[in-house]
């Protein structure tokens, strides 16, 4: 048995440059930790002469990472380059079925392929390892998969994006726009490659998924889930926010309820008496309930290079050791059937701009009525003769049939000026 674990690294990005530097300068901690020097003994990514710190650039290259699974001296891949197509499953596929152990942090891959790769993984022996895939720094995957393994959950939710908690956060803090503070986002390696993907809230759903599959037994079937994200959100609805008693989060919500498995990704309006309205910048927080476990909170910086490369390393640490992961294979539930969304309930924020005249509020609140939904408050301020007012409306709990239909009698009135914008009250 070799005392040296050899690896491939395919992506020297963000994470994987903070990888490649994580091994050599906690070398002897990881040798200490898992029995094995760990060794980078090839490299790929897309740009071969791109200039890259920490020894990389003179390592032995892959022109096409998939040939890293074949190469004699590499014993196990560490896939950080992305997508959920391309290069990314070609090299997961080719590692697995060359019975070699397989990392990654990628989640988009992991959401739509997780199942077939498990099961890949585990007809040829080969473990599969994602802790970074999820939530960055924080540990939510070997919480589920480990430390939870006893017992049912009935809830996990939580912020899982930390491009959009900084967004919102540094938007409500500074003031500064919504475009200024994703290029900040990119600037600092929050965001994915497109960041379409973590303002649109794709990037949370895939997480979402992968919680759900890990929790619950869930389909990995992203594509199914609904996801909105944080583009409708203006400065106006952070400060109404703050007036409210709230803070606007994106948050991923999977509820076993009576009839099935409730999951969404979207805005929602968190009581400033909540935990989870505190979390700010990049941190992530997930929230998890279960008859056995009761409560349980797990806070950090869910997007990073330091944080994620750390998650990444536990892993890598995991199979220096011989612990095995075995992927999905083992939590799938046939039984876990999905909540349809109109099934659901939930008390709404509506804020609309609308002209300032007489009956506009008449027009809207008989939409209301006609729909069968309760208004808790309504709140304007100021007046304009000229041009849009912001008008709020908060509902009572509501069915999401009867409120998508009203929102869309509402958004037809011609003294609706704008897009409305919707987000949902957490309970
Ligand atoms: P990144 O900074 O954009 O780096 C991507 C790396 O992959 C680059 O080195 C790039 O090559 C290489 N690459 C991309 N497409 C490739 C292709 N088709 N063939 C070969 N190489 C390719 O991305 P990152 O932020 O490090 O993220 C890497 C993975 O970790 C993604 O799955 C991401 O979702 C996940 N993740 C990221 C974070 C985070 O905070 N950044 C957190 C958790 C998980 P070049 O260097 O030549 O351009
Ligand atoms: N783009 C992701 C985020 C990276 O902002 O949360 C961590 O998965």
């Not at 007012?389 to 704008?418: Q, R």
Request: hydrophobic fraction near 45%; glycine fraction near 10%.
């Amino acid at each position: 048995m070799s005392n040296t674990l050899r690896l491939g690294i395919a992506g020297l990005g963000t994470v994987g440059s903070e990888v490649a530097r994580l091994i050599q300068v906690e070398a002897p901690l990881h040798e200490k930790r898992s029995g094995k020097k760990l060794v980078v003994t090839a490299v790929s990514a897309r740009d071969k002469n791109k200039k890259r710190d920490n020894g990389l650039s003179s390592l032995p290259w892959a022109d096409n990472p998939s040939e890293l699974a074949a190469r004699s001296d590499v014993d196990a891949v560490v896939e950080l380059m992305g997508g959920a197509e391309g290069a990314a499953k070609q090299l997961a596929e080719a590692t697995l079925k060359a019975g070699k152990p397989l990392i990654t942090a990628n989640k988009a891959l992991l959401a739509h392929h997780g199942l077939a790769l498990s099961e890949l993984a585990r007809k040829q022996s080969a473990p599969l390892y994602f802790e970074a895939a999820v939530a960055g720094g924080i540990p939510i995957i070997k919480t589920l998969r480990e430390a939870l393994a006893g017992g049912q959950v009935d809830e996990i939710f939580g912020i899982l994006n930390g491009t959009c908690n900084f967004i919102l956060t540094t938007m409500r803090d500074t003031g500064r726009s919504f475009g200024d503070v994703l290029k900040e986002a990119q600037s600092l390696g929050y965001a994915e490659a497109d960041p379409a993907f973590d303002i649109d809230g794709k990037d949370a759903a895939h997480k979402l998924s992968i919680l759900s599959a890990l929790g619950f037994g869930a389909p990995l079937e992203p594509e199914k889930l609904i996801a909105e994200g944080v583009r409708g959100i203006t400065s106006q609805d952070i400060l109404f926010a703050d007036e409210l008693g709230y803070r606007i989060k994106l948050l991923g919500v999977a509820r076993q309820e009576k009839d099935g498995l409730f999951q969404r990704v979207s805005p929602y309006m968190v009581s400033t008496s909540s935990t989870l309205a505190h979390v700010n910048g990049a941190m992530n927080a997930i929230m998890i309930r279960g008859p056995v476990i009761g409560p349980l909170v797990l806070m950090g910086h869910g997007a990073g290079a330091g944080p994620t490369a750390s998650a990444v390393l536990s892993d890598i640490i995991d199979c220096a050791s011989g612990r095995q992961a075995d992927g999905f294979a083992s939590v799938m539930n046939p039984k876990a059937t999905p909540l349809s969304a109109e099934k659901s309930k939930s008390a709404f924020y509506l804020r609309m701009m609308v002209q300032d005249q007489p009956g506009v509020l008449a027009d809207i609140t008989a939409i209301m009525r006609d729909a069968k939904i309760s208004i808790q408050s309504v709140i304007q301020h100021g007046r304009s003769e000229a041009g849009p007012v912001p008008i709020v409306f908060i509902t009572h709990d509501t069915s999401e049939k009867a409120f998508s239909e009203a929102f869309a009698a509402v958004k037809k009135l011609s003294s609706v000026l704008e897009p409305p914008c919707v987000i949902r009250i957490l309970p």
